[in-house]
């Protein structure tokens, strides 16, 4: 009985002996892995950068990808009021708008200083810039 690891396919080693204690407790969702290879997860920890025109949203991911920290270009380009280096906390499923929704749950979980971008996202709020910090 002290194998629970065997008759599941779906989890890889390399996971197991990460020691991410984060995940440690995701370990049997019925909902499985998303097309990225992400366990499935309810809630996100996300930050975004909103801006209502495409050429100031398009400005504000060139200065990240240039390596500039993702909070402080939020601080400066953002144009809600998740001034806060762009923090959203965490989100829920269907709290969000569809596409906002669908790309920052498909998003690595990554930090303000090395984050993993989404492209832009059109939503009827304008561009986003999506990074997401955690998964639960």
Not at 108 to 117: E, F, Q
Request: net charge positive; proline share 3%; with cysteine.
């Amino acid at each position: 009985m002290g194998k629970k690891q065997s008759g599941s396919a779906e989890k890889k080693p390399a996971e197991k002996k990460g020691g991410n204690p984060k995940n440690a407790d995701k370990g049997d969702q019925s909902e499985g892995k998303g097309k990225s290879g992400l366990k499935a997860a309810t809630a996100i920890n996300v930050r975004h950068i909103l801006c209502e025109k495409h050429s100031k949203a398009t400005e504000a991911l060139q200065k990240i990808q240039e390596g500039q920290r993702f909070d402080k270009v939020a601080q400066e380009y953002s144009e809600d009021k998740a001034k806060a280096g762009g923090s959203l906390g965490w989100m829920v499923r269907g709290s969000m708008v569809g596409a906002f929704q669908d790309v920052a749950f498909a998003l690595t979980p990554s930090t303000v200083d090395k984050p993993i971008l989404s492209s832009l996202v059109k939503t009827n709020f304008g561009y986003h810039i999506i990074m997401v910090e955690g998964r639960r």
